[in-house]
Structures are given as C-alpha cells and as structure tokens.
C-alpha cells in the first residue's frame, strides 16, 4: 500500500484529493455566505477522482475529465473568454490533467493499451485548455478603439508652439499649465525603434538601512528640469545636482544633509527655477529653488549649488514658522514648488491619518529673491489671507495641497488641488471649512493669494479621494467654431476626468450629483447622500466588483478571496468604513494618483496611465487596536509625550477619535492581486467629442511575482504603475511608471507600442525630452523604484537618444 502511496499515481491522486477536501471545507464555507456551489460540488469529485487514481482505478482518470469539463464550463458561464480570467479557474486544473495524461501515470492506471492511447489522446483537451487561456490573455493586450477619428488625423498643419522655451523643461509638466507635452518632433513613430542608451549617472543616494522597512518609502521620483545646457534635479534624501544635459556628466551637488529619520516618505519629485528680469551675472540671478527634508525651503545659484545668501537665513526658509507643534517628519514636501511670476507657492504633506489636529494645511506664496512671505492662504480663518499676529498659528487639521501645483498665468491663477482633513477615515469631528474644501480644486490669485474660485470633487470625503495633482490646462475650439475655450481637465483618484473652464470654475461637461451608499456608517459621523459625477466625461473608474471578478495565481487562493469578498463589506466605489472589514476600489492610491495625465494641446487629446487594485480598510476602536499592539496610547498635542509612531504605515491610529484604520493592499495568501487583471492601462480619451480614442494595457508580471519576488514570466496582464508619460509633437507617448522596469514608447494615434527599454531599476517617474547641445532628442528617465510598489530599488537616471548619424 505504501510503496503504490510513493509512486506517480499515488502521490498524484492524494494532491488531487487534498485539492478536492480543500475544495469541499472552504467552497461550502463560501456557499454559506451566498457565493457559488461549484467548489463543494467540484471538491466531491476531485476527491473521489483522487482517491481512486491513488487506487490506480481508471474510473478515477475519467472522473477527473469530466471534473475538468464541467469546471471549463462553469469558468465561461463566469467570466467569458477573458484569458486572464480564466488563468486562476483552469490553468492548475489543466496542468494536473496534462500530469495525468502523462505515460507514467496512464500505465499504471489503464491496463489495456488500447485505454492508454484514448487517455493520452484526451490529454489534448487540458493542451488545448493552457493554449487557450494564453491565447486569450493576450489578444486582451491588444488596443482598443472607442473612437478614433480625431487621433488618427496628423499633428495640424496651423498648429504653432510659440513659447520661447520650446527646447526647455522648465516645471514638472514643462510648462506651468501641466501639459507635459513636448513640441520636438526628432523622434517619431519611424525612428523610435532605433532609441539607444546615450549616457547614465548613477547619483549614489540610495536606502539607508531600515529604509525600507515598516511601511516606510523610498522612492525616486524625480523628473528633472532643463534650463539651457543643464539638468537639475533632487534625490530622495534631498540632495539636488546638476548634469550636462548632453553628456550627463555632473556639474555640481549640494547636500543640505537633513535628518530625514522620522520621514515615512522619502521622496522628492522636483525642484523649482527662478530667474530674475535681468542676468546681470551676479550670484544667484538664477536660482533653484526647492525643499529639504526637514520642511525647510532652500536656494541655490544654479551656477554654482551654493545657497543664496538673500534667501531667508543663508539660503533657507522654515516652513514651520507659526505653524505650532510639528513633530519630526509630520510635515515636508514630495512635489516641487511651483514659480509663477515672482511666487514660489507650495504646501506640504502632512503625515496621513495620524490624528485630528494635525499641522495646518496651509498654501504660502514666498518672495523668490527674498525668501519672505508674500501671503499665506488658511482657509480656517475669517479672511484666509490676513497676515497672522504674533503669536498667531495656522488652522490644524486643514486639507492640505500637497502634489504639484499649475497655474495659469494671463489669468493670474494658481490652482491648488487639496486633500482631506485629517484624519482620513472618520470625519465626525470635521468643521464646515473642512467639509467646504476637502477633495477640492481652488484657484488663487498668483499675486495676493485671494480665492477666485473652488470646486469640490468629493463631498465629506472619508476614502483618502484627495486630489494629488493639480489640473492640466488646455485650450478647445468653442461650440460654435468662433475663438477657444479655455478648459482645464482634473483628474482624480477615483478615475472621474472633471472639464471646467479654468476662469470660473463651472464644469464644461455636465457633471450631476450621484446617490451614494451612507449606510453602514460609525458612529458620530455624517455622509453625503450624494457624490459629483463627471457624467460628461469618460469615467476611467473600476466597475464594481462582483464574485466573479476575484482573482488568484491558484484556484485555491482565488477561493480565499471570494471567501473574503462576501465577509467584507462592500457596497461600490463609495463604501463608508464602517466597524469590520470595507473594500475600498479604488483607494488611496488611486486610479490615478501624483503623476496626472499628459494633454497634447494640438490633437486636444489626453493621455493617462491608470491602475487598478483594491485595498481593504478594517476599523476597529482605539482600544482594540492598542490592545492588538497596533499602535500605542498618546496623550495628544500640546502634551510632552512624543508621539508615537504606529507599529506599521498601514495602521492610522486616527488619534483623537474613537476609531483607528488598517489600510492594506488585497492581496491573497501568495501575494497576488485579489482582483483580475487588467492592472494598469494606458488610455487616450478625444477631448472635443468627450470619447475614449482608444485603450490598452500596458505592463507586464515580470518583477511582480508571488511570495514578493522579482522574477516572473512576462505575462502581458497590464501592471500597476507610479509615475507619468509625455507627449511629443512627433506623434509619441512615452512611459516609465509600470512595476516591470520598463521605458516604453507608444504611437500617440493607435496607442501601439513601438519600443521598449529595460531600466536598471523600477522606472516610478515621469521621463522628459529636450534637444541637446547636439542635435539629439533625448528622452531621460529616474530609474531608482519605489518602496510602496516593491520595484528594484536605484539611483540612475537614464537618457536615451537616437544613433549619432540617425539624428539628422
């Protein structure tokens, strides 16, 4: 009996068996909860088909066939021929088929010769299963067109670029409207196969021991400025240097060498140029401007990387000046600043989720040459922009604007995208200013700091829906053919687009007010009935998630995460945390988050990457959580008891209110995706006629793999991405961004990929172009990963450019 137990058939049959209890304990636990009969039905078999393989009795052979049919069938009826779908319900199931079909299992099992052929002949069903499954998953690859009509018409012969800085990359979307989008046409849809690396400089700033661990980020984000022959840029730990442009050989590096020990984000997306009306040659005429680690603002020559003397104290301005009680990294700065006619205006991030009261939200402007406060807007007092008296601190707790800013410069505009009050998951204690300008877009004047108007895109916003990024603007023929109208489209970390016109504020596709779950709810808090609903738009948003739409390497882990779907608590998009476990899809991180989407201001189309993968938020009282050892107890602000950080980033001990927050990726026992793919896409939407162009996945599972490795087969599944593209006037969309270290080119009109690069670490930026001093394009990206993602972490940044004689 042992010695059949050890051979082919007996250890074949017992792991079918084990499959088939498996099947039978946890199906019946998910029948319960009102999900699908099929597992306890399919269990029976697959445990009697095992049995009686381990038995060596044909009858189990033919049994696990027809357990195999009837499971394809059920996974079409599901989900279709989505390839990828069908991967967890039949690629395992296939592979033990095609084990069994093998001669070391038919022998022993079919006596007769004449039963061994058929058994071997029927082994092409589990072949043509696996086949099938692929074949499928990647005719998903695949473009989608909705509409193409105005993508696939060539660049405009009137289209003119007239800014004079045409061959520079002055802010992050390189200009301050927010295009990213690039007039030089070197490369082209014909070229760009015949991109190569052209130079690498490897900044030496990587993560320090115990970086990357405890939920705390290291993440290079940066996309560096051009101005004239040079790039400038800054590191995670803040140090900023400057690079030929044409070789990438450093020119200078500064170190402001700050404590950044207590920062859980360690992250820099940019830095700022200013330049005074007149060179006359004198230090710091041109200046970079941007922010150290420990919420200070520096100036430095652009030159030189010498600290400007003029600015504040020996280069360096405090930006916790009457902000009150501001522990150790609870309030820096990720995004660059931005520098519009004689401004630097920026925010902050404020440590997430922590308690009420945090430091204030407030947005400052600041004398560029001077470094003194030109005038702070603080949205909780009487006159937002009245000067503070000694003594005197910002509002705590206020939404903060924290991702990049745009601005518009003939209207005088700045636009500031705001986040929530804190802390994110229960709002009970809010006050009318926070549930005013939570999760909304606000314009301000650039020179005196006045609000001109705002508009909200979440009401009473308890999701982390904050906006990450301010608008990009664009300019679109008028309804009746006569001049422009001049638009700005926000996107959003729900995956709505919102098209307003960006002097008033009044929405220019119709947006109306959605009813939205307010049930179940905590204790003590409020919801909105209702939500803005960009019906106008293309809604880039996730459908909601069903039964069948739950994912897994394995069918088992699959099972789990159907077992945890009908647990949870889940009513759509807007699902309230609640006491016990929410999905929350999207989350936080959103359909799309910092990085925006790029606008090609002559074709008026807009391109995004986006994401897709849902978190789960389980809420549980303060006490329960001390107790679980999540977090500890804190006597609050104005105490002497430091504060005390949570055990991991994923718990919000949301202080100073009843109830704390786990916010977790849904992820199965193996570490995959709990949701089916696609899990990121590259989509172009037509902004006059308000349609999807066309759309596709983009990424594959190359470095994403089960148990946190970084070795997969390459399954072209669309992947998670962090980071932006850009346009080019030669008809070319250009991202980093997806977790399979890749630079990738597209063709703007058909969204097809021409070409592909491999990074030497996670590519989670946004690339740019520029025309060096000799004549190339060259196309340059960070490549250093990001520690919430889990890419291969780095230091380059990588340029790529045409061959010399190709350039031409």
């Known amino acids: 009996m042992l010695r059949r137990l050890l051979s082919f058939p007996g250890i074949t ?120 499954i692929f074949g499928a998953g990647f005719h998903v690859t695949e473009t989608r067109f909705v509409h193409n009509a105005a993508v696939a018409a060539p660049l405009p012969q009137t289209a003119t670029f007239p800014d004079a800085q045409r061959n520079q990359w002055l802010y992050y979307g390189r200009n301050a409207a927010g ?97 005074a009306p007149t060179d006359t040659g004198q230090a710091c005429a041109r200046r970079i401007i941007t922010t150290a680690g420990n919420a200070q603002m520096m100036a430095l020559d652009a030159d030189t990387g010498r600290p400007c003397d003029d600015f504040g104290d020996r280069g360096f301005v405090s930006l916790t000046d009457q902000m009150g009680d501001v522990p150790p990294g609870f309030h820096f700065i990720t995004s660059q600043p931005l520098v519009v006619k004689d401004r ?108 001109r108007w705002h508009f909200q895109t979440v009401h009473h916003d308890v999701w982390d829906f904050d906006l990450p990024i301010g608008p990009s603007l664009v300019d679109l023929p008028s309804p009746d053919g006569v001049g422009s109208v001049h638009a700005l489209v926000q ?46 738009m293309p809604n880039l948003s996730p459908a909601d998630l069903k039964e069948q739409d739950m994912w897994g390497a394995t069918p088992l882990d699959q099972l789990w995460c159907r077992i945890q779907f009908k647990r949870a608590i889940y009513h759509g998009q807007y699902t309230p945390p609640t006491l016990g476990t929410t999905i929350a899809y999207p989350a936080f991180d959103g359909v799309m988050d910092w990085y925006g989407a790029s606008i090609d201001p002559a074709r008026h189309l807009l391109i995004a990457n986006t994401s897709y993968i849902p978190f789960t938020v389980e809420t549980m009282p303060a006490a329960e959580a001390i107790n679980k050892g999540l977090m500890k107890p804190w006597a609050g602000w104005g105490s002497k008891q430091p504060y005390p950080k949570p055990k991991d980033f994923s718990v919000g001990p949301q202080y100073g209110t009843p109830y704390a927050a786990v916010v977790k990726p849904w992820l199965t026992p193996l570490g995959a995706p709990c949701s089916a793919p696609p899990w990121g896409k590259l989509v172009a939407i037509d902004l006059q006629t308000r349609k999807i162009a066309w759309e596709r996945p983009v990424g594959t599972t190359r470095d994403m793999n089960i148990f946190n490795t970084h070795t997969n087969a390459p399954l072209p599944t669309g992947i998670f991405s962090i980071g932006g593209n850009i346009i080019t006037a030669g008809g070319l969309v250009f991202m980093g961004a997806t977790a399979d270290n890749y630079l990738r080119a597209f063709d703007e009109a058909s969204g097809k990929q021409l070409w592909q690069a491999r990074l030497p670490a996670g590519g989670q930026a946004t690339p740019m172009t520029y025309l060096g001093g000799n004549g190339r394009q060259y196309v340059v990206i960070a490549a250093g990963g990001h520690g919430g993602l889990r890419t291969e972490p780095g230091d380059a940044i990588v340029a790529y450019a045409l061959p010399k004689d190709a350039a031409r």
Not at 32 to 52: D, H, K, Q, R
Not at 200 to 220: I, M, Q, S, V
Not at 247 to 258: F, L, M, N, Q, R
Not at 399 to 414: H, K, Q, R
């Open 179 to 275: 295009e990213r989008f690039s007039p030089l046409a070197q490369l082209t849809p014909a070229n760009v196969g015949q991109l190569q690396p052209a130079w690498r400089y490897d900044t030496g700033d990587l993560p320090r021991e115990g970086e990357d661990k405890d939920g705390r980020e290291f993440n290079f984000e940066v996309t560096p400025i051009k101005i004239r022959d040079r790039l400038y840029l800054c590191t995670p730990h803040r140090r900023v240097i400057a690079l030929n442009a044409t070789t990438g050989k450093p020119i200078w590096s500064y170190d402001p060498h700050t404590d950044t020990a207590a920062n859980e984000y360690l992250a820099c997306r940019g830095v700022a140029y200013y330049a």
């Open 344 to 451: 630097v205006v920026l925010g902050g991030w404020i440590y997430d989720n922590q308690a009420r009261g945090e430091p204030s939200g407030v947005v400052r402007a600041y004398d560029p040459v001077t470094g003194k406060l030109a005038w702070a807007w603080d949205m909780g007092r009487p006159d937002p922009t009245a000067p503070l008296k000694p003594g005197e601190t910002y509002t705590r707790g206020t939404p903060n604007g924290w991702g990049t800013y745009t601005a518009d410069t003939d209207l005088g505009l700045v636009y500031i995208p705001l986040g929530n009050a804190t802390p994110d998951y229960y709002g009970a204690a809010r006050r009318p200013f926070d549930n005013k300008y939570s999760s909304a877009l606000v314009a301000l004047d650039i020179e005196t700091g006045k609000e």
């Open 491 to 536: 996107t959003t970390k729900m995956g709505q687009l919102f098209l307003l016109d960006r002097a008033t504020g009044k929405p220019l596709a119709q947006v109306i007010e959605k009813p939205v779950p307010t049930q179940p709810l905590l204790p003590g808090d409020t919801l909105s009935p209702t939500q803005p609903d960009s019906v106008g």
């Open 13 to 132: 049959g017992v792991v079918i068996a084990l499959f088939g209890l498996a099947f039978i304990g946890l199906g019946t636990w998910l029948a319960t909860l009102g999900g699908t009969f099929y597992y306890p039905l399919a269990g029976v078999a697959l445990t009697a088909s095992g049995i009686m393989i381990a038995r060596r009795q044909a009858a189990g052979w033919w049994l696990y066939l027809l357990a195999f049919i009837a499971t394809l069938a059920w996974a079409v009826y599901e989900v279709g021929f989505d390839g990828w779908q069908l991967l967890p319900r039949l690629l395992v199931p296939a592979l033990l088929g095609l084990w069994c079909s093998m001669p070391f299992i038919t022998r022993p099992v079919f006596p007769l010769r004449s039963d061994r052929r058929r058994a071997t002949a029927a082994g092409v069903i589990y072949l043509a299963a696996i086949l099938g």
